[in-house]
């Protein structure tokens, strides 16, 4: 018979959850057990952190329970981990595979670190997981398929890494998954139709990746998605209707793709929540949708660079928050009246910050409704279309103005001097009109003006005597008008001009003032074609930032001055067309021109024939009848010799002369030696000229120690100069250590500053990619003047700019650096200014960050130097620049914001390091001959990636044959350049995760790429 007490499963199960709870013995010991298991997976994590600069896992440790250990949260009841937080760290390692043991995890954060490696498989079985953030680390190698085994996840953040592979279709089997962030990686492949199952999903961002093929349409059944963001990807094919039926979206971002096709009619109708539309630089064609009038949630509008088309019919008084309009680069107007008929409705837009309808054809007048639109516009840009008309249709209402572009168009009438009361601007580009009249005076009252744009006009009348009162501007360009009488010497004060000074083809008269010599951040003069005359300055040869100097076509006369030997950044230096005399210099032949036009003057004598004169394509003297000599090819006549008859007899007068000249001298050298000595014995016994702080803090050296050193400073050793000093090789303490004297020239106030602030700025800083200085010499020299000199550790390998660029007083030829040198150097900058910033006493901003302050040893380690210009961060904030100050840096390195009036900052450092790297890997210097209209390095490097990168890469990288190993770290340093030297300063990297960018490519290198180069050292 059964047995009448058969118990059921269920009951079994009852009765052991009973004994299970009456058993606290028990329970103790599977709790700790499974809290030991917590412990060991915490331990294995830390195990595979190889560095923690900020000693965060000292915690870690057996004197404290896990759960109170720094970053980790477990639950209240059963101790268990739920929450690892090792975020912004400076982290370095790999991700432990025991972290799938945290079986309670319910949040992984670990972004801002350098986390490399492949992300472990075995994360796939944390099935609490909700949270998984591994943002901007250097994770390589395929997103794990078995990711789908944690079914709970609702984020997974792997932006800014550097994953390969496709999207698994995997992803589209999490049901409670609302936002995937994937951008900024190397992702390829199709966009996985399988997405379009997740019902909960709000945002994806998937751009800057390497996707394409088509939008899956199915994405369109995703009626929670709020954000589509799949830019600068090679995306094909149309966008989907189903997309643009989706009523919850509120952001669509497709730029930089190649998508075609056109916006559906009832756009604004089937998107009422959009808020941001950017399709920008697509293959898009046709109209734009009347029905947008309809879009009152719109914010952002951009469809730059693309192919609409027709007539713009879109009622915008229904946009009451639209701040951001771009429209540019589209065939939009039809070059007749009317076209900026939706100016009307634009004047309800109070909110609008940006309008952008540049190169869009549109034709007609300005309507006067703009002087209604909203004060609170910032940008304003029409250049480029075939607008005509007056400009004086009431502009200056638009009070908080920084920009204005109407160049390019066929205005008429005259400057508006109203334009004057803008006094927020920025930027005046009136450029390539048919303006006429005098140059308003007024224009000059915008105090933070740095760039005024009036070539290529009608404009007559002589320059404003009030543009000497400009406080920052860079750069001036009044060429090709009818402007005349001389050129007024507070304009030549400017020392804010570092980037243009462009007077060319005027009828400008008198001489060129010798207040020119002020100018010393200029980077390119042009006063040609005007009718100049004169000797030229001896002081424009204080211009040493010259790059580009233009002064042919007028009548400057008299020799080439000697002082345009200090113009080492010479590039391009036009003469021709002038009636100068003389000698052409032999110290042209040191120069590093690309271009030298020397032709139609009155030169005579005998030609060099080295440096560029070697080469006849790269200068031209044509139209000078009185030179000899120089290389063959330029069929001159041989320079007449003295026969041996003229030559004795010329021998014989010399001595004649020279007899009762030498006695006078022997007697004049002993007078003047007696009183040096004497001089000499007064200056060693006499304390130093001035000893402040900064030089105290120093060991001192001679001025006659460093004479010898340097054996007087001698041409032999001198090894180049900049804007405040000159460099010698020396020999100290009996040729046991070389080193180099920075000797300054202290006949200029500023110079003094900048000693000081070398000498402030390294006295307390210590870092192995900092120029180490041995020493200071402020004393007297034998003549009795002020002398001041720093004395540095040498460097055997020059500057990164010899390495880049070339130099062609060298007589050995310096190869190209390869991939991993030039990677090895980008870290060594970043990790000077990391230190800097972050962890030297005070932050200290360097401010003039460029490749001939990079010095490289005989390890090509580098290290960066000059802190002339120099600022401590709390004596900027406390005492900010005065308006007399000139722009800080150099051109095109320095920051946009410096030009703005903006104090000193390490954002501006970081601007100069993006532009400094973009130039390491493709090889032009931000001023670029090839840059036009609007164009710089680093718009040419963002246009180009990711697929054109082998096209902008510089040819002297050694490669080994365009690897997709090498194009992936190329891919990875361009974009780091890119995101450092944005626009905005709150939107470049952080120089801490440059350093680990940078450190986890050189670590992924191909071993191919590690070969040194031959000439180091």
């Known amino acids: 018979m059964a047995s009448s007490f058969a118990i059921s499963p269920y009951s079994l199960l009852l009765l052991f959850f009973i004994f299970l709870f009456h058993s606290p013995y028990l329970t103790s010991a599977l709790l700790q057990r499974s809290n030991a298991t917590d412990k060991l997976a915490l331990l294995a994590i830390k195990a595979e952190i190889t560095h923690d600069p900020l000693q965060f896992f000292a915690s870690w440790n057996d004197s404290l329970h896990f759960c109170g250990w720094s970053g980790v949260t477990c639950g209240r ?79 997974i953040k792997l932006g800014w890494n550097r994953l390969t592979g496709s999207i698994p279709s995997q992803l589209g089997t999490l049901p409670k998954l609302e936002r995937v962030h994937l951008h900024y990686n190397n992702l390829s492949g199709t966009i996985p139709r399988s997405l379009g199952n997740l019902s909960s999903i709000r945002t994806f961002s998937f751009a800057v990746n390497n996707f394409q093929g088509a939008i899956p349409a199915v994405l369109g059944q995703l009626k929670n998605l709020g954000f589509l963001g799949l830019g600068l990807n090679q995306l094909t094919g149309t966008i989907p209707p189903e997309i643009l039926n989706l009523s919850s979206l509120a952001s669509l971002s497709l730029p930089y793709n190649q998508l075609q096709g056109t916006l559906p009619d009832d756009l604004g109708f089937t998107l009422p929540n959009l808020q941001v539309l950017n399709l920008g630089h697509n293959l898009l064609t046709g109209p734009l949708p009347t029905s947008l009038s309809n879009s009152s949630n719109l914010v952002e509008f951009d469809i730059t660079g693309s192919y609409f088309n027709g007539k713009i019919s879109i009622d915008f008084g229904g946009l009451p928050n639209l701040w951001w309009l771009i429209l540019a680069s589209n065939p939009l107007g039809l070059g007749a009246s009317g076209d900026l008929q939706f100016f009307d409705s634009l004047t309800k837009c109070r909110n609008l910050k940006v309008l952008d309808l540049s190169d869009c054809r549109f034709g007609g007048t300005l309507p006067y409704s703009v002087a209604n639109l909203s004060t609170n516009l910032l940008t304003f840009r029409l250049g480029g279309n075939e607008l005509s008309g007056s400009i004086n249709v009431g502009i200056e209402n638009l009070v908080n103005l920084t920009e204005l572009q109407l160049q390019k168009n066929k205005f008429t009438g005259g400057v508006p001097a109203v334009l004057g009361d803008l006094s927020e601007l920025r930027l005046l580009d009136l450029s390539e009109n048919e303006l006429s009249g005098s140059i308003p005076p007024s224009l000059s009252e915008p105090s933070h003006l740095y760039m005024l744009r009036l070539n290529k006009n009608n404009l007559n009348g002589s320059i404003p005597l009030s543009f000497g009162n400009f406080q920052y501007l860079q750069d001036l360009d009044l060429s090709q008008n009818n402007l005349s009488g001389p050129i007024p010497k507070n304009l030549m004060r400017l020392s804010s001009l570092t980037v243009s000074l462009n007077l060319a083809d005027n009828e400008l008269s008198g001489s060129l003032p010798s207040e020119v010599g002020e100018l010393k951040n200029l980077e390119y003069l042009d006063v040609s074609k005007n009718r100049l005359s004169d000797e030229i300055p001896v002081s424009l040869g204080s211009c040493v930032s010259l790059g580009r100097l233009d002064m042919a076509g007028n009548s400057f006369q008299g020799p080439i001055p000697s002082s345009f030997s200090s113009l080492r950044g010479l590039e391009y230096l036009n003469l021709s067309r002038n009636n100068l005399s003389g000698r052409v210099p032999g110290f042209l032949q040191r120069f590093s021109f690309k271009n030298l036009n020397l032709s139609f003057n009155q030169f005579e004598g005998q030609l060099p024939s080295e440096g560029i004169f070697s080469n006849a394509s790269a200068f031209s003297v044509a139209g000078n009848n009185k030179l000899c000599g120089g290389i063959p090819e330029l069929n001159f006549a041989m320079c007449p010799k003295l026969n041996e008859l003229e030559k004795r007899k010329s021998h014989h007068l010399e001595l004649k002369l020279m007899i009762p000249l030498l006695s006078g001298l022997l007697a004049l050298v002993l007078i003047v030696s007696l009183l040096i000595i004497r001089r000499l014995r007064k200056t060693h016994t006499a304390p130093l000229v001035s000893s402040p702080l900064e030089i105290r803090l120093f060991s001192q050296v001679t001025y006659d120690s460093l004479h010898k050193a340097t054996d007087g400073f001698s041409s032999a050793n001198f090894i180049g100069a900049g804007g405040f000093a000159s460099v010698y090789k020396g020999t100290l303490e009996s040729g046991r250590k070389i080193v180099a004297v920075k000797v300054f020239n202290v006949e200029s106030r500023g110079n003094i500053k900048s000693f000081l602030a070398e000498c402030r700025t390294l006295r307390n800083i210590r870092h192995r990619n900092l120029v180490r200085i041995y020493t200071v010499c402020s004393t007297i020299d034998y003549s009795g003047k002020e002398f001041k000199a720093l004395v540095y550790e040498f460097m055997p390998n020059g500057s990164l700019e010899r390495w880049l660029h070339g130099n062609s007083n060298e007589e050995m030829s310096v190869v190209g650096l390869s991939l991993v040198e030039r990677v090895s150097i980008a870290i060594d900058v970043a990790s000077a200014l990391d230190y800097l910033h972050h962890h030297c006493p005070g932050t200290i901003v360097h401010c003039d960050l ?52 903006s104090n000193y900052s390490p954002e501006g450092d970081i601007y100069s390091y993006g532009i400094l790297l973009l130039e390491m890997f493709t090889g032009k210097r931000p001023i670029d001959s090839g840059f036009e209209d609007g164009i710089n390095l680093h718009n040419f490097v963002k246009t180009a990636l990711p697929e054109r990168v082998g096209e902008i890469v510089d040819p002297a990288i050694a490669l080994s044959g365009g690897t997709g190993e090498e194009d992936d770290c190329l891919i990875s340093i361009m974009r780091i350049g890119v995101a450092c030297s944005v626009e905005s300063p709150k939107d470049r990297m952080n120089i801490a995760n440059v350093v680990k960018e940078l450190e986890s490519i050189k670590a992924n290198l191909p071993t191919f790429s590690t070969n040194q180069c031959s000439t180091c050292g």
């Open 850 to 901: 460029k490749p001939s302050n990079i010095l490289l040893d005989d390890q090509m380690v580098a290290h960066l130097g000059d802190f002339g210009l120099s600022k401590f961060i709390p004596e900027v904030l406390s005492h900010p620049q005065s308006s007399s100050v000139g722009i800080m840096g150099t051109i095109g390195y320095a920051p946009p914001e410096y030009g703005m009036g």
């Open 77 to 155: 009841l059963h101790q268990r981990v739920t929450s690892l937080n090792l975020a912004d760290l400076s982290l370095v390692g790999t991700l432990s595979p025991y972290v799938s043991n945290l079986t309670f995890l319910k949040g992984i954060n670990i972004e801002l670190n350098t986390f490399h490696g492949k992300i472990p498989q075995e994360i796939g079985g944390l099935f609490r997981l909700r949270h998984l953030n591994l943002t901007n680390n250097s994770f390589s190698g395929e997103i794990p398929a078995n990711i789908s085994g944690c079914s709970s996840l609702v984020l």
